[in-house]
């Protein structure tokens, strides 16, 4: 029954296609003969255009959803190329920033190299710091073979930042003023007082809050006052003397209104330096 149906509907377009061709032919004809009445003529015209725009329907249709697909694919096209874009413009960014902070740091240590013109000085970079020991400890890409050497003190922007405690052939470990760890450690200071006598003492701790340090054992405390600068004493002898450390901020007095603890801001920003300068202690202390 079914190929029946579809035998039927065969014909049925066979028909229609035959009628329309006939047609086109019989309005060429009577096209050339003057002689023949117009109404058969204009029928036969009508019929065509008729037919004609059934079929250019569907016809157009596709055309329609071709050009529409084409549209959308050339859109995707060109937003991905501007995604594309955007994330190397964001790159970009990213990278002139880092060379922007690079450049201040080295800025920082042309100006701090102008005064440790007695002292033997090796520039480097950060090349490590562990999150577990960012207050303790870093790693710098000069070692043994550019000169460096034990206990040898770090500068970094216009201020102390640590000393040298580990020496490889390529690389080195320094521990930062800003360390908790043992006495060893410490740095041996003195603020520059207004009297004969400076007042001497040690970075005992690091103040993480406030990013300060903390001068204690404090020597002759009466003559401290805020804004004084604090410089290393040379005591102990791991350290020379005169390496800037920072200024006088507060001072936390004890009971007898003596002072028990120096505030101490540091010269550099000990969370943030990349670039570095070491320099020998092979100086005079005085």
């Known amino acids: 029954m079914r190929n029946l149906f579809s035998n ?5 377009i066979m028909i229609v296609v035959i009628i329309v061709f006939g047609m086109i032919a019989a309005s060429v004809t ?15 015209n009508d019929t065509l255009k008729i037919t004609s725009s059934v079929v250019s329907v569907p016809v157009n249709g596709v055309r329609n959803i071709g050009d529409n697909i084409h549209d959308v694919f050339i859109t995707y096209q060109e937003n991905k190329k501007l995604k594309s874009q955007l994330n190397d413009l964001a790159q970009v960014k990213a990278q002139m920033g880092a060379l922007k902070r690079e450049n201040d740091s080295l800025k920082q240590q ?8 007695d002292y033997h000085q090796i520039l480097a970079v950060v090349v490590s710091r562990s999150p577990n020991n960012w207050q303790n400890y870093l790693v710098i890409n000069q070692g043994s073979l550019a000169g460096v050497k034990k206990n040898m003190p770090v500068m970094s922007g216009s201020g102390l930042a640590g000393r040298v405690t580990e020496v490889n052939r390529t690389n080195s470990k320094v521990s930062l003023i800003s360390t908790d760890k043992t006495l060893a450690d410490k740095f041996a200071v003195e603020v520059l007082t207004d009297g004969e006598n400076n007042t001497t003492g040690v970075i005992g701790r690091y103040d ?37 450390v920072g200024k006088v901020i507060r001072i936390k007095k004890d009971d007898y209104g003596l002072a028990s603890s120096v505030y101490v801001k540091p010269a550099t920003d000990l969370n943030n330096f990349t670039v570095v300068t070491v320099i020998s202690r092979d100086v005079e202390n005085g």
């Open 30 to 44: 009577f096209s050339d003969r003057k002689s023949q009445p117009n109404f058969v003529h204009q029928m036969a």
């Open 110 to 117: 042309i100006k701090l190299n102008k005064t440790l013109t």
């Open 208 to 244: 993480s809050k406030d990013d300060l340090l903390v001068m204690t054992n404090v020597a002759s405390p009466k003559d401290i006052k805020v804004g004084q600068k604090v410089v290393t004493s040379g005591l102990g002898g791991l350290t020379p003397r005169g390496l800037y």
């Open 8 to 12: 039927k509907k065969l014909i049925i």
